[in-house]
């Protein structure tokens, strides 16, 4: 069966960094689209990147963009997801996502509801 599991999520102060890692399972990683969203309290969830595993072409939210960095290991099956320059505003429970059917289309992130699965989500709290 599908697996994600994430790890790398903590508390920083502002300006710092954090990388968050999603290890994929159970279906072929390298033709789909997979994403990093995120939820803060009260809030809807947010993309905040994706990458198509199969040409690592990358997309962001104008929120991250220039901060964050997505990025792939293939022989792990594992999608990573850089945090720099970190924000209070970015203090939320991140999730990644995958759908072994979904592509990614260029200039977008998907929404929440094209993906199938999804990881246990890391907090990363910002002050």
């Known amino acids: 069966h599908v697996q994600l599991v994430e790890s790398g999520g903590g508390s920083v102060q502002a300006g710092g960094s954090l990388r968050l890692s999603c290890a994929a399972s159970?279906?072929?990683?390298?033709?789909?689209?997979m994403a990093w969203f995120r939820q803060a309290p009260g809030k809807e969830r947010e993309g905040v990147a994706r990458?198509?595993?199969?040409?690592?072409?990358?997309y962001y939210a104008d929120s991250v963009k220039g901060r964050f960095t997505i990025s792939q290991d293939n022989a792990k099956n594992t999608v990573y997801l850089q945090l720099n320059s970190l924000k209070p505003e970015d203090t939320a429970m991140y999730y990644c996502?995958?759908?072994?059917?979904?592509?990614?289309?260029?200039?977008?992130?998907?929404?929440?509801?094209?993906?199938?699965?999804w990881g246990q989500g890391t907090q990363v709290t910002v002050s």
């Open positions: 159970g279906y072929t990683y390298n033709r789909n689209c």
């Open positions: 996502a995958a759908d072994p059917f979904l592509g990614c289309l260029r200039g977008s992130i998907p929404p929440a509801s094209d993906f199938s699965y």
């Open positions: 990458i198509a595993t199969g040409s690592g072409d990358t």
